[in-house]
């Protein structure tokens, strides 16, 4: 098991920040040195259990499809980033956001499903945020889907609250000093969205352009959202 | 409360890694996929609910499981594995042969390109 948590960030800063070639852990998950894939044994066996019981047509593979999709993609990270391009343009929204993010959220269609409240915390030049669970790993699920793996890591629900700069540099931010860290402990009732600051440059962008710059860790606070340069490129 | 639709028994099983809300979650692809498997197969009628609880209880409680739950899809795919076998669906050679026949398949096929079984060099 060794390494077991290096995957699991590596896995996540993939996610988070695009793939930009070298990562500081390089695990053998990553096959830099040649082109080839690998499946590791789980993987293998999943496709072999999935082989045989299509050749015998105990499965319909779309029906497979639908139920994945039904736990682990229609409700996403794209809901979060659709409400934060949407206050980014819309000033209206935007203050709706602030002063009641439940509804504000629910105006375009994403709900919770237990009926926790939402709040939005807005990023600014002197204030950055940051969420977290300490209790267990409350998540705004209606608008980030399912919960990245070291959010509900203890290390990262302990080490938010003692030392959230040094858990950004762990993510690979490094804020200027003079920015302040206000860090958001999530409850069952109440989840919280943070809304990055808007890029510099993207003037004119539509909301959909805009989406595509916000990603979930920055809507969770250990990101940012990504610069212009890396999307054009 | 909930107005979603409503979720197999299988995303009932005791251990599952959860959200709060209780829906299931995953670290990587295979885990979703071998959890819509099972829960597939119990909704045609394979196997029931309480025969993969039993199943997947015995997998979890190997005294060789890691005490964090790390590898609790491991146990999830043993125990399928196990149940798909005793139904003489699928015996663990032939399921064995396969995995190791789509491990050759990736190892073949360049980078970019969808992995299919036929580009295992031995079949």
């Given at each position: 098991m060794t390494g077991k948590h290096h995957d699991d960030d590596d896995h996540d800063h993939a996610h988070g920040h695009e793939e930009n070639g070298h990562h500081a852990h390089g695990h053998d998950a990553h096959h830099d040195h040649h082109h080839d894939n690998?499946?590791?044994?789980?993987?293998?066996?999943?496709?072999?259990?999935?082989?045989?019981?299509?050749?015998?047509?105990?499965?319909d593979p779309q029906a497979l499809d639908a139920i994945v999709d039904t736990y682990e993609t229609k409700i996403g990270p794209r809901n979060g980033a659709q409400v934060v391009a949407k206050a980014w343009t819309d000033k209206t929204f935007a203050e709706w956001l602030a002063t009641d993010a439940t509804a504000a959220i629910a105006s375009l269609g994403f709900t919770g499903r237990q009926g926790e409240h939402m709040r939005a915390v807005f990023n600014t030049k002197e204030t950055h945020n940051l969420v977290v669970c300490t209790l267990c790993s409350c998540y705004p699920w209606s608008v980030l889907g399912l919960p990245p793996v070291w959010y509900k890591a203890p290390a990262y629900r302990a080490k938010a609250v003692i030392d959230p700069r040094g858990v950004l540099q762990e993510f690979g931010v490094v804020?200027?000093?003079?920015?302040?860290?206000?860090?958001?402990?999530?409850t069952a009732e109440l989840r919280y969205l943070v809304v990055p600051q808007r890029p510099a440059g993207t003037e004119g962008w539509s909301e959909e352009q805009l989406a595509d710059l916000v990603t979930r860790d920055s809507m969770i606070g250990t990101g940012l959202a990504r610069p212009t340069v890396e999307v054009a490129a | 409360m909930s107005q979603c639709e409503p979720l197999s028994p299988v995303s009932q099983s005791p251990g599952l890694p959860l959200s709060p809300e209780g829906a299931p979650a995953f670290a990587e692809p295979w885990q979703a996929q071998a959890f819509a498997l099972t829960v597939h197969l119990n909704e045609r009628g394979l196997f029931s609910w309480s025969e993969w609880a039993e199943n997947l209880s015995r997998e979890v409680h190997r005294p060789e499981r890691a005490e964090d739950g790390s590898d609790y899809f491991d146990a999830w795919v043993a125990a399928l594995s196990h149940l798909l076998a005793e139904k003489g669906v699928a015996d663990a050679e032939t399921v064995l042969a396969l995995q190791h026949s789509w491990q050759r398949a990736a190892e073949a096929t360049p980078h970019g390109q969808p992995i299919e079984l036929a580009n295992d060099p031995l079949r």
């Open positions: 690998h499946y590791s044994d789980m993987q293998a066996r999943v496709r072999a259990l999935e082989t045989v019981l299509t050749q015998k047509g105990l499965i804020l200027p000093e003079a920015q302040k860290i206000r860090v958001w402990d999530s | -």
